[in-house]
């Protein structure tokens, strides 16, 4: 099911390969259909969403949105004990949030010189939640709660309705305690370019954030720069970096908790010890036998799943770092000792006790995090992701006065003399000259 392979140089660098080739497909017929989509979305408005929502969930809401009265008489659904965890996943998520809050800034100089910057939330947001078997009401929290620590005025949920036409009480629940603004039953390319474009129901968004299947991906995808967008999501993806003293049960459900989520999911293990790979292998078939989706992660485990036995720790976290993984689990003897060493991964788990799902759901962390190695350049979705900034600057005549020869100096360098007139030009009219 999965295979053990021992690091030289070349067995590791085929099957990373190969990863990296699952990421660049594209689907050439999902674009041409998510682009039609989006034209007549475009041009259609609600009549076009209304005509998709039929065709592709089997039967389309009266209205589109959902009322207050709707989303508390779902919320009341709800099994009351998942109501407490969530709210407890709030306070958690809110927590570690607020502190990556930050705020407008100016300085001053002797000479009158004024400098800043602004900071302040994006004006309207559109978060897409998926409905129907992959409800996930904790992708609400982990996008809905920074937003609003960011300041964002106002927060649009797109999502499916039921196969009955109905919201699902879980996310309603989550939007509710999270304070999502406005809920829109509607789902697929057609919801995000709705979002994108607004309609006659849905507002225009500046930015849409949330998970999606590849339709919903692709859309996000061709719509960037009409709208910003949170990151274009690949395969989810783990890396365990395991030494000797690692608990080969733990590994091999940790390893098959991210493998559940999609045959195209990538479980990969590094360790030093040959003996704890055949032991995490012996686990995982023993474990799986118990699990729902069995058939997925089977799948998963032997197309994108291996686990890489390498002569030392410095060769496996330099491989840690090479693959950039969204999530990286370090279960080693002292984990604290590889943080600073780790520079490359969306979230970082240490410990025997801080399995992934730990991130996903309750801790505080976002769970939104780049995938496909590009945890190298990009972030997890933060405060940060929902605010803009723009500078300012106040300068006296004396001090520009004190700069100019500086600042035409580079215009003319640069062969921009209508920059260089900007400047000259407040000089020569106090001297009389124009």
């Not at 780049?370 to 004396?398: C, M, Q, W």
Request: charged fraction near 25%; proline fraction near 5%; include cysteine.
């Amino acid at each position: 099911m999965i295979n053990i392979i021992k690091a030289d140089g070349k067995a590791e660098t085929v099957f990373l390969s190969k990863i990296e080739e699952r990421s660049r497909n594209t689907n050439q017929d999902v674009t041409a259909v998510v682009t039609e989509i989006i034209n007549n979305v475009r041009d259609r408005g609600d009549e076009a969403v209304r005509e998709y929502t039929v065709k592709f969930d089997g039967k389309a809401p009266e209205c589109f949105e959902v009322s207050k009265e709707e989303m508390e008489a779902a919320m009341q659904e709800c099994d009351p004990a998942l109501i407490e965890t969530i709210k407890k996943a709030v306070d958690n998520i809110r927590d570690f949030h607020a502190r990556q809050k930050q705020q407008s800034w100016l300085t001053t100089k002797e000479n009158g010189v004024i400098m800043g910057q602004r900071v302040r939330g994006l004006s309207r947001v559109g978060l897409y939640v998926p409905g129907g078997t992959a409800a996930y009401p904790s992708s609400v929290l982990m996008n809905a709660i920074p937003a609003k620590i960011a300041g964002v005025k106002e927060l649009v949920m797109v999502t499916p309705p039921m196969k009955d036409g109905k919201p699902n009480p879980n996310i309603m629940a989550a939007a509710v305690i999270a304070g999502v603004d406005r809920v829109f039953l509607m789902g697929g390319a057609q919801a995000v370019a709705a979002l994108a474009y607004g309609t006659e129901s849905v507002p225009k968004v500046d930015k849409i954030v949330g998970p999606g299947n590849i339709f919903v991906a692709t859309a996000k995808k061709l719509l960037y720069g009409n709208v910003d967008i949170d990151m274009i999501a690949g395969p989810s993806e783990i890396l365990v970096l395991a030494d000797e003293t690692a608990n080969p049960k733990f590994l091999a459900a940790d390893l098959m908790s991210q493998a559940e989520h999609d045959r195209l999911a990538s479980a990969i293990m590094v360790t030093t010890s040959e003996t704890l790979a055949e032991e995490t292998v012996s686990q995982i078939e023993r474990q799986v036998q118990m699990l729902s989706r069995r058939e997925i992660i089977e799948e998963s485990l032997t197309n994108y799943g291996v686990i890489i036995v390498c002569d030392t720790m410095d060769k496996a976290v330099a491989l840690a770092n090479a693959l950039a993984p969204e999530h990286l689990e370090v279960c080693c003897q002292n984990p604290m000792e590889y943080i600073g060493r780790l520079d490359n991964a969306g979230s970082v788990f240490l410990g025997s006790y801080s399995p992934e799902p730990l991130g996903d759901y309750f801790a505080g962390p976002n769970h939104v995090l780049p995938t496909s190695g590009t945890a190298r350049f990009f972030s997890p979705l933060s405060v940060d992701s929902f605010v803009k900034k723009s500078s300012f600057i106040y300068y006296t005549e004396n001090a520009l006065d004190r700069d100019k020869e500086d600042i035409v100096r580079f215009a003319n360098a640069e062969g921009l003399t209508a920059h260089a007139n900007s400047i000259l030009v407040r000089y020569e009219e106090k001297r009389g000259e124009c």
